[in-house]
């Protein structure tokens, strides 16, 4: 272990859906344990605590209620960004970050940390923009919270670029970045997943139902399609996240029947995921991730278009997962899973050989060797 004393490090993210924030905490939880002081920030919060919460609702609001629009916008984002680095253009979310990242760095002189890890695009280009001119003189680590390149995300240049798994070292090297800042972890989560890998917890759980931190996609359909597989010995759990509207509409609708369980949002997670026989969700990069750290069945069911279905494919290419595009093969993949102990086994054991559960550990102790390698580090001085 390197020396440590002293080291202070902060981790920027911001909160467009909870991937980006757990991300930040199992760094925050990883770094701890090594004995740095780490602490979670948000990016936008020093422009205001108002601007943050819009970002943040806007967000939500699109993924919740029109999904597809964000799948829309999302290809445009690829394309836009696709053209500009063919061309060497500055794209207009990197121009906007930089209109963000003034606060940012008058935060980073008041802090001085040695190091910043950022979990978000954001937070990436504002910490890339503020080291080309003089405003941060630390160690900057980018850390990637899904399994693709997204749009724009070529235009991080920090001294770290964490990936998130083999294979997309390319897309940077071809877009200029030096191989020797990148290294490859896999996606930070909480060393929880891997303390209970292999322990069900005995909930009673046999199915969980996950909408990811903002409860979207059709989960009625989802708990329609389920519910039949349950009973009260082994409960379908439906985690609704931040949409109470949808948790408070399930709970009215099942009231009383036994074989169900709907929840708001959770903090144990990855203790929900071992008391489970099946997960079923979304894909996005850190719930993916969380189950395959702890090691049980996933069935994909309707992933937002974009980084959740290009984790999917992903997922799905190296038998970590399976997809339902319909409910008659949401139910088939559901009963195989279940009662199939060869086909849940073959599907853990690619988890555990694709997926690093301490991979928050591992970027921790780099980070560490990073700051060590440069002498004092530290933030900016002057």
Same mark, same amino acid.
């Given at each position: 272990m390197m020396e440590n004393t002293m080291r202070k490090v902060l981790v920027l993210t911001t909160s467009t859906g909870g991937g980006h924030n757990a991300a930040a905490r199992a760094l925050v939880e990883a770094l701890g344990t090594r004995g740095v002081q780490a602490r979670v920030q948000d990016c936008m919060a020093p422009v205001g605590k108002r601007f943050s919460r819009g970002v943040s609702r806007a967000y939500v609001s699109l993924v919740q209620r029109r999904p597809d629009m964000f799948g829309r916008v999302y290809r445009l984002g690829r394309c836009v960004s696709d053209w %500009?680095?063919?061309?060497?253009?500055?794209?207009?979310?990197?121009?906007?970050?930089?209109?963000? #990242?003034?606060r940012l760095r008058a935060l980073l002189q008041r802090e001085q940390p040695d190091a910043v890890l950022c979990t978000h695009l954001y937070a990436g280009q504002m910490m890339t923009h503020l080291q080309r001119h003089g405003g941060f003189g630390g160690l900057s680590a980018f850390v990637m919270t899904d399994y693709t390149v997204i749009p724009f995300q070529e235009e991080v240049c920090c001294d770290r670029i964490y990936l998130s798994r083999p294979g997309l070292e390319k897309d940077y090297v071809s877009r200029g970045v030096d191989l020797t800042r990148i290294r490859c972890f896999g996606i930070p989560v909480s060393p929880a997943c891997e303390a209970v890998r292999g322990i069900e917890s005995g909930s009673g759980c046999g199915i969980l139902l996950l909408g990811g931190s903002m409860g979207a996609g059709d989960l009625p359909t989802a708990v329609e399609t389920l519910l039949p597989l349950a009973h009260p010995a082994r409960r379908l759990q439906v985690v609704c996240g931040s949409n109470a509207a949808l948790r408070d509409a399930l709970s009215a609708r099942y009231a009383g029947d036994?074989?169900? %369980?709907?929840?708001?949002?959770?903090?144990?997670?990855?203790?929900?995921?071992?008391?489970?026989?099946?997960?079923?969700?979304?894909?996005?990069?850190?719930?993916?991730?969380?189950?395959?750290?702890?090691?049980?069945?996933?069935?994909?069911?309707?992933?937002?278009?974009?980084? %959740?279905?290009? &984790?999917?494919?992903?997922?799905?290419?190296?038998?970590?997962?399976?997809?339902?595009?319909?409910?008659?093969?949401?139910?088939?993949?559901?009963?195989?899973?279940?009662?199939?102990?060869?086909?849940?086994?073959?599907?853990?054991?690619?988890?555990?050989?694709?997926? &690093?559960?301490?991979?928050?550990?591992?970027?921790?102790?780099?980070?560490?060797?990073?700051? #060590? %390698?440069r002498g004092k580090g530290g933030g900016d001085r002057g």
């Amino acid at each position: 272990m390197m020396e440590n004393t002293m080291r202070k490090v902060l981790v920027l993210t911001t909160s467009t859906g909870g991937g980006h924030n757990a991300a930040a905490r199992a760094l925050v939880e990883a770094l701890g344990t090594r004995g740095v002081q780490a602490r979670v920030q948000d990016c936008m919060a020093p422009v205001g605590k108002r601007f943050s919460r819009g970002v943040s609702r806007a967000y939500v609001s699109l993924v919740q209620r029109r999904p597809d629009m964000f799948g829309r916008v999302y290809r445009l984002g690829r394309c836009v960004s696709d053209w %500009e680095a063919r061309r060497g253009i500055t794209s207009p979310v990197y121009l906007f970050n930089v209109g963000c #990242s003034g606060r940012l760095r008058a935060l980073l002189q008041r802090e001085q940390p040695d190091a910043v890890l950022c979990t978000h695009l954001y937070a990436g280009q504002m910490m890339t923009h503020l080291q080309r001119h003089g405003g941060f003189g630390g160690l900057s680590a980018f850390v990637m919270t899904d399994y693709t390149v997204i749009p724009f995300q070529e235009e991080v240049c920090c001294d770290r670029i964490y990936l998130s798994r083999p294979g997309l070292e390319k897309d940077y090297v071809s877009r200029g970045v030096d191989l020797t800042r990148i290294r490859c972890f896999g996606i930070p989560v909480s060393p929880a997943c891997e303390a209970v890998r292999g322990i069900e917890s005995g909930s009673g759980c046999g199915i969980l139902l996950l909408g990811g931190s903002m409860g979207a996609g059709d989960l009625p359909t989802a708990v329609e399609t389920l519910l039949p597989l349950a009973h009260p010995a082994r409960r379908l759990q439906v985690v609704c996240g931040s949409n109470a509207a949808l948790r408070d509409a399930l709970s009215a609708r099942y009231a009383g029947d036994d074989r169900i %369980e709907v929840l708001g949002q959770v903090d144990d997670m990855p203790r929900r995921i071992a008391g489970s026989r099946v997960v079923v969700g979304k894909s996005g990069g850190l719930v993916s991730t969380e189950v395959c750290a702890v090691g049980r069945p996933f069935v994909i069911w309707q992933p937002i278009e974009g980084c %959740e279905t290009a &984790n999917a494919a992903w997922l799905v290419k190296n038998d970590m997962a399976v997809w339902a595009r319909d409910p008659q093969e949401l139910y088939g993949h559901a009963v195989s899973l279940l009662w199939d102990e060869d086909a849940r086994w073959d599907m853990v054991c690619q988890q555990r050989r694709y997926v &690093n559960a301490h991979a928050a550990l591992d970027i921790a102790d780099d980070v560490l060797q990073a700051l #060590s %390698e440069r002498g004092k580090g530290g933030g900016d001085r002057g």
